[in-house]
């Protein structure tokens, strides 16, 4: 009898582990389900830095170009764009279909001042690219040797 009642209590302390389980696991899921419905995220950069410009190059896949909102700082770039953007996929029995919308943001911290009044851009394949003139602070003065 008393085999019977272990191997119970063992049935229900596993049943029990399992329950928890799934629902660790369900909150997981309504996490990750989150942040895709909300889709904020950090896109990618590449710094460049030239005797005479910084380059920064942020990918913005899928972003059409009138989307993309851009400012310049003496010290920093300011990237922020709305997307819109719908998946379908049709099979023999299902179609998938998903939509993302959000914002993008990203502000990049330059290595040196820069004059944001003469910056560039260009928006090509899914790639901004940013160039602006770096500010020489400080001038150089000729020095003449006795």
């Known amino acids: 009898m008393k085999e019977d009642n272990d191997i119970m209590d063992m049935r229900d302390f596993v049943k029990q582990m399992l329950e928890d389980t799934a629902k660790t696991v369900d909150v997981v899921r309504q996490d990750i389900e989150k942040s895709i419905i909300d889709y904020n995220f950090l896109p990618g950069k590449y710094l460049i830095e030239t005797d005479e410009n910084i380059i920064i190059h942020i990918a913005l ?7 993309i909102n851009l400012k310049v700082t003496e010290n920093k770039v ?3 764009a709305k997307f819109d953007i719908e998946h379908a996929i ?3 029995h299902v179609t ?3 939509r993302k919308s959000g914002t993008i943001r ?3 911290k330059l290595p040196k001042p820069v004059l944001p009044d003469q910056a560039k851009a260009k928006y090509k394949n899914g790639i901004l690219k940013v160039e602006i003139p770096k500010e020489e ?8 040797i006795e």
Request: avoid cysteine.
């Open 106 to 108: 990203r502000t990049v």
């Open 90 to 92: 049709n099979g023999v």
């Open 61 to 67: 896949p899928g972003i059409k170009k009138k989307d």
């Open 137 to 144: 602070k400080e001038p150089s003065v000729e020095i003449a």
């Open 78 to 80: 300011m990237v922020e």
């Open 96 to 98: 998938l279909s998903d």
